[in-house]
């Protein structure tokens, strides 16, 4: 089959909610993809992954049922992210290099790429001297007009016409592409945004001579909303454009011939937590690319009471080599508290292989649902006769990206009261246990938590990748704790967050203003520490690859650079799961490379 004529085709299915998107990692299989989930056209990334478009009726004008949406592949179907949102510069050492004659570093020549909500690319923060604007491209997904598309879909805003734009009385007439939440141009204000000194107020971003890229994302079709039963009025973008984004950054940097860094300030609850969702997958295969740096957010999930832990967090295993072959059982339980009636939400278990999983979900009045095997894949579903809520299912014995146990558990309707889940784990030797996870807090409506919640091991997905700088947050005026940060490790234990950067009350640009004076507002949230390390790596490259000190800087080089720079605020152990390896600070890194 000719994939590029198969992906010309999808136009007409993009923006169609009666169609189903796929995101699938084939590696190099596509036959096999098309034989399974027979889609209408893909569009395909790179030879490990593609996009697959289906219509949600079958040959009868039936609409998918969620079972059979399901067994097309929990891994297949993209998941759901939310957004995770100038003494903060001098709070990561950026004044201490800039006024360094050998060093004077401001990002000349380096590209920042957001993949976000859009950006108010007239305002004069992001303008040049002489009126021209420092947005070298937009790439808008909201929009269907076919002009420029780009991956079959949007529209792309080039710098010419960005140019015009900027420079005309009425820009937004020109190019119709603004940011109406305001996190896009926040982000993309603090990580890149002019220095300004007008009318009382004083701000620069960290990177003020970088140039911008940026992607806007479409908003979620209702049916993956539906099906993951998301609230309709909460930004939630699918991983599937999330991941072709990303594609479109690196492919505009390989034009442009610019060193780029990629700013991704959205998180999920969803996977395994321990860097094997698609996005994460994809991540990982770029994060060796010379010239391209990949920072993300921590999440803001502290104190949402979204993570459940059987064991330890990190297991320690079998720590002397002896060998317990006997199958053992232990069961755990976990109680979910929901305080009022919601549309539902989707709770995700995670085990670990070998080990084999059972569960059993009682209702508030006690009425049982146990029909899933732990030995081979099953679905099952009820109605709770008194409370009247449904429940679907799933389990899988062995998850495709991740190898492990995986259990689905989809309430519709949850009525108010507790949900005990009892889990019995069949084991060989020692006891592996399980998390679950409850979606992000704004995905949640009814102030549902788990009733004994695990700080531990929260950092929000693409945050688990090992392709992906992650930063968690702190407060740079008291050196405390941003108290919503997301804890690491990972599930299994690798070390992240890397570092923590200012992430309370840092001064950005508001979207939405007339254009011709910024206003300012402050802003709390891991989101603002992803923007200002991604700014803080842009000088990296500067220094690196447009001044030639090292050709070779990548997304793994700088967090090693940073790594060592970083300093220690608190008196406790590092690495540690809060702060990684401590707080953020370039001018120490630098010193470092000194010597």
């Not at 949406?69 to 939310?82: A, E, N, S, V």
């Not at 909201?142 to 780009?150: A, K, M, S």
């Not at 992803?530 to 500067?542: D, I, S």
Request: glycine letters at 10%.
């Amino acid at each position: 089959m000719d994939t590029e004529l198969y992906s010309s085709a999808c136009e007409a299915y993009i923006y169609d909610e009666d169609v189903l998107d796929f995101l699938v990692k084939y590696d190099n299989n596509l036959a096999g993809e098309l034989q399974i989930l027979q889609p209408d056209c893909v569009t395909v990334i790179n030879s490990q992954f593609l996009v697959a478009y289906r219509r949600a009726y079958d040959a009868y004008g039936m609409p998918v049922s969620t079972q059979e949406l399901f067994r097309l592949g929990y891994d297949r179907i993209p998941k759901c992210y939310g957004l995770t949102d100038t003494s903060a510069l001098q709070g990561i050492g950026v004044g201490a290099i800039q006024n360094v004659p050998g060093l004077s570093l401001f990002g000349k020549d380096v590209l920042i790429g957001f993949v976000d909500t859009g950006i108010d690319f007239a305002n004069p923060l992001f303008r040049r001297p002489d009126g021209t604007c420092r947005v070298r491209a937009i790439w808008d997904q909201t929009q269907e007009l076919p002009v420029n598309p780009i991956f079959g879909y949007g529209r792309e805003y080039t710098q010419e016409e960005l140019n015009l734009a900027a420079q005309s009385e009425q820009p937004y007439i020109l190019v119709s592409s603004r940011d109406t939440d305001g996190h896009g141009t926040f982000l993309a204000s603090v990580a890149a945004g002019n220095m300004y000194t007008e009318g009382g107020d004083i701000f620069s971003g960290v990177a003020p001579e970088t140039e911008i890229l940026m992607v806007k994302l479409k908003p979620a079709k209702r049916r993956l909303r539906e099906f993951f039963l998301i609230p309709a009025d909460v930004p939630c973008y699918s991983e599937a454009d999330i991941i072709l984004g990303v594609k479109y950054l690196i492919n505009k940097a390989m034009e442009l011939g610019k060193p780029l860094v990629i700013c991704l300030g959205l998180g999920t609850n969803q996977g395994d937590h321990n860097g094997n969702l698609n996005l994460e997958l994809y991540l990982d295969t770029i994060v060796t690319l010379p010239g391209v740096c990949v920072v993300g957010s921590a999440g803001n999930e502290l104190g949402a009471g979204g993570h459940f832990a059987s064991l330890s967090t990190i297991h320690p295993g079998n720590q002397n080599g002896m060998v317990r072959p006997q199958t053992r059982t232990v069961r755990n339980e976990m109680e979910i508290y929901v305080e009022d009636v919601n549309p539902g939400f989707c709770l995700e278990i995670w085990g670990r292989a070998p080990s084999l999983y059972q569960i059993a979900v009682y209702s508030p009045t006690g009425q049982k649902f146990d029909q899933l095997l732990p030995n081979r894949d099953t679905s099952g579903m009820i109605t709770y006769l008194y409370e009247g809520t449904v429940l679907y299912a799933e389990s899988i014995v062995v998850e495709n990206n991740s190898g492990d146990p995986f259990i689905l558990l989809r309430f519709e309707r949850p009525a108010p009261g507790i949900w005990r889940i009892e889990v019995t784990e069949n084991y060989s030797g020692f006891p592996a246990g399980y998390d679950a996870w409850l979606p992000i807090r704004q995905f949640l409506e009814g102030n549902t938590r788990f009733s004994r919640p695990d700080p531990e091991v929260i950092l929000c997905a693409p945050a688990n990748a090992r392709g992906t700088i992650t930063v968690a947050g702190y407060n740079h005026l008291d050196n405390s704790l941003y108290v919503e940060s997301s804890r690491g490790y990972t599930r299994k234990g690798r070390i992240q967050p890397d570092f923590a950067a200012p992430a309370v009350r840092v001064s950005g640009l508001l979207a939405g203003g007339s254009g011709t004076r910024p206003l300012f507002v402050r802003r709390s949230g891991t989101s603002v520490a992803a923007a200002l390390t991604a700014g803080a790596a842009a000088l990296l490259l500067e220094w690196g690859i447009v001044q030639g000190n090292n050709f070779s800087m990548n997304t793994e080089v700088i967090r090693q650079i940073l790594i060592r720079g970083a300093r220690n605020v608190v008196d406790i152990g590092y690495p540690n799961s809060a702060w990684g390896w401590g707080a953020l600070d370039v001018a120490h890194a630098f010193e470092i490379l000194r010597g």
